[in-house]
């Protein structure tokens, strides 16, 4: 029986996470607005999965999003899909919730890619080494301070914020989230201020195993990361290697003096629409005169099948008829793809030219160049860890 875990069931909770997730974690809820959905044989616990309230910055606007963490299950119910239905009832709660969109962190992509999960997000890895001559400095504003991570609190959320609000897909952090998802006790935080006394950069860094890591750097402008990495080069302690993280399109490493560094770019995140209809009517198209239409198709999800039409920044769902199709032949206009290849074109994970040229995308040509020009520039991205 799949409910909701109680108090009560938070030994369960406990012992599934330590055996199938090789987890020691003893507190099980970790924010208020956490969600323990799982699936009982009697009392004992065979499958869960942990859902979290959380907002994303979307066209500059707040959108409701489900971040679905810790799923486990015992590997003796591997093939009773037992965490098939778990899945599809962590969707029911969310589309109820009012989440349009959903984000993992996947174990396996190919398996979240069954349910409708598909790629949203890169990230990209820098490692340089200490003693080499790339560790280039900048000369220019030096007013970077070092902080500690509460003291520095207030003015992390104010940069991330700005910058968020200038990107697509990045989770909406809370003070909370900061400090059990993001701020550990091992890491380090260097600031840069403007004249005015306001922050416009930041840097989260640690030391562990003889290197030295920037878990995230974020900066409104080139001066301020050409500062924080002066400083963090200057940096007067013993390490191997500086490994940096960051996102896909930062381009910060043509600046050094040599370029040519190991950079590894891997997905971080997978996403998926939740509730297709909510999700359009909050997505900024850019506006153009002709009608477009799209013909989803949702094997897990079937109340995101149908036909949506985007017209003058208006959308009208066309649902599926009771046989199970919009019409009884292939539609002659519009686009038609699953909600997986939707959700990677929404988010610019991937161009519409190519999954078409895939087969992912099927339709007119015509229709194919009014999607890409409805698409905003902006690609979507998430730093976070669910």
Not at 63 to 84: C, H, N
Not at 187 to 215: C, P, T, W
Not at 222 to 251: G, M, N, P
Not at 354 to 368: F, Q, R, T, V
């Amino acid at each position: 029986m799949i409910r909701k875990a109680e108090e009560t069931d938070y030994e369960e909770v406990v012992r599934l996470s330590q055996y199938s997730l090789m987890n020691d974690r003893t507190v099980i809820s970790r924010f208020p607005k956490e969600m323990i959905l799982g699936d009982f044989d009697s009392e004992r616990l065979v499958a869960k999965v942990h859902i979290l309230d959380f907002d994303i910055y979307f066209s500059g606007e707040k959108v409701k999003m489900g971040g679905l963490s810790s799923i486990s299950f015992l590997p003796e119910e591997r093939r009773k899909q037992k965490l098939d239905k778990l899945l599809f009832e962590a969707l029911v709660k969310m589309k109820n919730q009012g989440c349009a969109i959903s984000y993992l962190n996947p174990f396996s992509i190919p398996f979240y890619r069954k349910f409708g999960w598909e790629l949203i997000s890169n990230e990209k890895q820098w490692t340089v080494n200490k003693e080499s001559n790339h560790l280039r400095t900048f000369g220019g504003s030096s007013n970077v301070k070092e902080f500690s991570r509460d003291l520095a609190l207030p003015f992390l959320q104010k940069v991330y914020d700005r910058f968020s609000k200038e990107n697509n897909g990045l989770i909406v952090r809370s003070e909370e989230w900061w400090k059990k998802g993001i701020l550990k006790v091992n890491h380090f935080v260097y600031l840069h201020f403007l004249k005015d006394g306001s922050a416009d950069g930041y840097m989260i860094y640690r030391f562990e195993n003889q290197n030295l890591y920037v878990d995230e750097c974020i900066a409104l402008n080139d001066a301020a990361k050409k500062s924080l990495w002066t400083c963090i080069c200057q940096k007067d302690v013993r390490y191997e290697q500086l490994i940096w993280r960051t996102f896909e399109k930062d381009h910060f490493s043509f600046f050094l003096k040599n370029p040519f560094i190991l950079s590894e770019v891997k997905p971080s995140i997978m996403g998926r629409i939740v509730d297709v209809e909510s999700f359009l009517k909050q997505y900024l198209f850019e506006p153009h005169e002709k009608p477009l239409f799209l013909h989803i198709h949702d094997p897990f999800a079937a109340w995101n099948s149908g036909t949506y039409l985007i017209k003058k920044g208006e959308i009208t769902h066309f649902r599926k008829s009771a046989a199970g199709s919009v019409c009884i032949h292939p539609p002659k206009r519009g686009l038609q793809l699953d909600i997986s290849t939707l959700t990677a074109v929404l988010f610019r994970y991937m161009k519409p030219a190519s999954l078409y040229d895939a087969g992912l995308i099927k339709g007119p040509n015509e229709d194919l160049h009014l999607l890409e020009q409805m698409l905003p520039l902006k690609k979507s991205m998430c730093m976070d860890r669910i």
